[in-house]
């Protein structure tokens, strides 16, 4: 079953903390597929459904703007801090390099 | 025993051995078959599979087989993917979570390499086939069997008796794209890895599915497609297919083969249009098939299916289908002269177009499917050209104003709309194209496990919308075009309910690599994307109006 890996408390001031965790504890995750943004959270979901939480920063925070791009997430940032009915965003992360992208493109 | 050519005696490829002591590279996919035997005098299928696959299989054959007959004329028999080993290529595989499973069989369908099965049996019959398993490992293998809502409680009003359901995963064939897993809406299966004590287990549990036996068919629903692939008879693309880890062809390869053996059994043809298809089904000495195949050359293919065609019917083979398979650039740009003068030759030849938008064999090169701002390597987004300018061509527009022919555009992500294209085309009398979305990893910028997520979206975006134009519908072309299965198929864009924000072209390019450089910082998109969106809109409101929706 899905379960939570790892988590994070979010407080202001706290960006740079919360992507070095990101990156530090990427590697306990399997290749990720999905994010949830809440108000005040933010789940990094991989294939398995197992997952990352940010907590103390949602989708009305500019600071979740660098979190979503530090996990390749597919999202706009012009409309990211839109408020919507449900709960949360959803977002895809399965973005790549395309093949020879170093060399050809 | 079987002498092979340097000169040891060695069991059989299609039975265990040392190395593959649990024999799960062998012909047959749900059940253990023989090798599909033929009748010609210059291909010997028992020698070609032991001689040369083993020679090939123990790493000597390219400097050391003969250039004979046999060699020298490049034929290989059917189905000797059957034979490959692709254990070791990824680090991991899925694992069953039985308790969690309803057995809706999208993980079966959607696997591009035939690498997880399903097989359905009579609790009854269960309890039988469970005695001959080996009694230290039975406990192991009737945990791996669930009692499934659809095939247990459903089996016993229908049946009689409730029908045990079990997923198996073939070791030797999967690639650990995780397709499965993103499909499985059940969180019935999941990516582990590969340690030495799980893929024993694995290779054991795959032998002993193999041994018990067929499905139950009074389980299988004939009203409900997606259970087609329980039926051994569906298998007639095997794994061992040397394509990506994820392709989205292997599976739209994989659904053809399996709709049209449905009707047909192993009794129909392929004509195959040079490109990745025909590289990873024909890489010597290993072929996926199990129906007759053969390559001509890229820009050919329906003049070569259409000269078949002819001679089948001359022998008086003339309900025998023959599909005529080719990617978007065999189709749409090298080939098209001859796909249009097969149209309208009238003549019953079925096109089956596996469209990646790109020359993918050759290293992603613009075609006329290619989307507009994509950026390939004919079209490379550049600081004064971002990608393609020009529109994407739509083929299914052009097929559908040739005299008499069907027509439909669908993807494997929309199981009952495909098999239901393959099949309207395989019974309509005369000449049939489905062009399908096929996700291409590497070229289009996503990652292994997004092809069947990646072709639904293309769908909700009007990047590729889904149709059907059957002739046989009407006197009118609104009568005969349906854009059914496409969302909100009467407005312009589809709206998310979850934010109730329009779903654009502009969405789908974000998320794929492909389109990556036409975005600014901020997110913003380029003015060719911006085209590239109403492009699709205007493309989406052709097909309204044609279909009468507009």
């Not at chain 2, 969690?100 to 009579?122: F, H, Q, R, Y």
């Not at chain 2, 659904?255 to 890489?283: F, R």
Request: charged share 25%.
């Amino acid at each position: 079953m899905a379960q939570l890996v790892a988590s994070f408390d979010f407080t202001p001031g706290t960006r740079d903390a919360a992507l070095e965790f990101l990156k530090r504890t990427r590697w306990e995750l399997r290749s990720l597929r999905k994010v949830f943004v809440f108000r005040d959270k933010l789940q990094i979901f991989d294939i398995n459904g197992d997952y990352f939480e940010v907590r103390g920063v949602g989708y009305p925070d500019a600071d979740i703007v660098p979190l979503l791009k530090a996990v390749n997430t597919a999202f706009d940032p012009a409309t990211i801090h839109d408020p919507i009915a449900a709960s949360f965003k959803e977002f895809a992360t399965g973005r790549r390099y395309t093949w020879a992208q170093d060399r050809v493109m | 025993m079987i002498a092979t050519t340097n000169g040891h005696a060695a069991p059989s490829l299609n039975d265990a051995t040392p190395r593959d002591p649990f024999n799960n590279n062998c012909y047959g996919t749900n059940v253990d078959r023989g090798y599909k035997l033929v009748s010609l005098p210059v291909l010997d299928v028992t020698d070609f599979n032991e001689r040369i696959i083993r020679g090939y299989e123990e790493g000597y054959g390219e400097k050391e087989l003969p250039a004979d007959l046999s060699v020298a004329r490049s034929l290989i028999p059917a189905g000797t993917a059957s034979l490959r080993d692709f254990s070791n290529i990824a680090p991991e595989i899925p694992e069953y979570i039985p308790s969690n499973c309803t057995g809706c069989m999208d993980c079966v369908t959607e696997c591009p390499d035939t690498a997880i099965l399903g097989k359905v049996l009579s609790e009854s019959e269960w309890a039988e086939k469970m005695k001959t398993i080996p009694e230290a490992d039975r406990e192991m293998y009737a945990a791996q069997w669930s009692k499934t809502k659809k095939y247990y409680d459903a089996g016993k009003k229908k049946v009689g008796e409730g029908g045990m359901f079990q997923i198996i995963i073939d070791p030797s064939k999967c690639k650990g794209c995780a397709e499965c897993v993103t499909v499985c809406d059940d969180d019935a299966l999941k990516m582990v890895v590969k340690t030495d004590e799980f893929m024993l287990q694995t290779r054991k549990s795959h032998r002993y599915f193999k041994n018990i036996g067929p499905s139950n068919e009074k389980y299988i629903s004939d009203s409900l497609l997606i259970d087609m692939m329980l039926k051994e008879q569906t298998m007639i693309y095997t794994g061992g297919a040397g394509s990506c880890a994820g392709c989205g062809e292997g599976t739209a390869l994989r659904m053809l083969c399996a709709a049209t053996a449905l009707k047909y059994n192993d009794d129909w043809g392929i004509i195959a249009a040079t490109g990745c298809n025909t590289v990873y089904t024909s890489t010597y000495p290993y072929n996926p098939y199990l129906v007759p195949w053969s390559n001509s050359l890229f820009e050919n293919a329906p003049t070569y299916a259409v000269g078949v065609r002819m001679r089948w019917d001359q022998m008086g083979w003339g309900k025998k289908p023959l599909w005529c398979i080719g990617g978007d650039g065999a189709m749409f740009d090298i080939g098209f002269q001859a796909l249009s003068r097969m149209f309208a030759s009238g003549m019953n030849v079925k096109v089956f177009v596996l469209d990646t938008q790109v020359y993918s064999n050759t290293g992603g090169q613009a075609s006329t499917s290619t989307y507009m701002g994509q950026n390939t390597k004919m079209s490379v987004h550049g600081k004064e050209v971002g990608g393609k300018q020009e529109r994407r061509k739509e083929i299914a527009q052009i097929a559908m104003m040739h005299p008499r022919t069907y027509v439909a555009q669908t993807t494997c992500a929309h199981i009952n709309h495909f098999y239901k294209s393959v099949l309207g085309a395989l019974e309509f009398d005369g000449p049939a194209i489905v062009c399908c979305y096929t996700t291409c990893q590497p070229e289009h910028g996503v990652a292994d496990n997004m092809a069947g997520e990646q072709a639904r979206l293309a769908v909700d975006t009007r990047a590729f919308p889904l149709l059907i134009y059957d002739p046989r519908a009407g006197d009118t072309i609104r009568k005969r075009l349906s854009l059914q299965g496409n969302p909100n198929v009467k407005g312009d864009w589809f709206v998310e309910p979850k934010t109730n924000k329009e779903v654009t072209f502009i969405d789908f390019a974000r998320s794929e690599g492909r389109f990556a450089k036409h975005f600014d910082k901020d997110g913003n998109p380029s003015v060719t994307l911006l085209a590239a969106n109403q492009d699709r809109l205007e493309n989406w409101h052709v097909l309204q109006e044609l279909a009468g929706l507009r």
